[in-house]
């Protein structure tokens, strides 16, 4: 079984971003603190998180996911724009499918909890960025195992 923890986790998602051939640049953090200008190499996969939901038999973990690219200055930047919204829809559906699959970052352990949820976006920080916003939650095995705390009680009577 995988292990369970949210850096476990966050880790996979990194390892996608790294491994994938459109994506340049992985970053995480609260979207309040997502500075583009820090990101020079784009297109970039951006993870927020939103929940960690503990439940019988597992850990559900919430994410918005930011794939996104700079449109640039480009001559027909609707057309631009309509191509990196496609490329980065491509990229938050591959996510979905590794997951799904359990293909090799994932395992079988870990499923999709949910359906995803992608919308896509243009204009949405300081500077320009296009591109899509993926709801996901990630359902990690959890057995309620008291063996696993880091714990040594003495009770007195």
Not at 106 to 118: A, Q, R, Y
Request: charge should be negative; proline fraction near 5%.
């Amino acid at each position: 079984m995988i292990d369970n923890s949210y850096y476990i986790i966050l880790n996979r998602l990194k390892a996608f971003a790294n491994g994938h051939y459109l994506i340049n640049t992985f970053t995480y953090q609260d979207e309040a603190d997502f500075d583009i200008s820090k990101n020079p190499h784009y297109p970039i996969m951006h993870s927020i998180p939103v929940s960690i939901n503990p439940k019988v038999g597992g850990i559900t973990y919430n994410f918005d996911i930011i794939f996104a690219d700079k449109p640039g200055q480009k001559e027909n930047i609707a057309e631009t724009k309509m191509n990196i919204i496609s490329d980065m829809a491509r990229c938050a559906l591959d996510l979905g499918a590794e997951i799904t699959n359990g293909n090799i970052l994932f395992g079988s352990d870990i499923s999709l909890d949910g359906e995803i949820s992608i919308e896509p976006f243009t204009d949405e920080f300081a500077n320009v960025l296009t591109g899509v916003r993926l709801q996901i939650a990630i359902l990690v095995p959890y057995d309620w195992s008291a063996c696993d705390i880091p714990a040594n009680w003495f009770i007195g009577i």
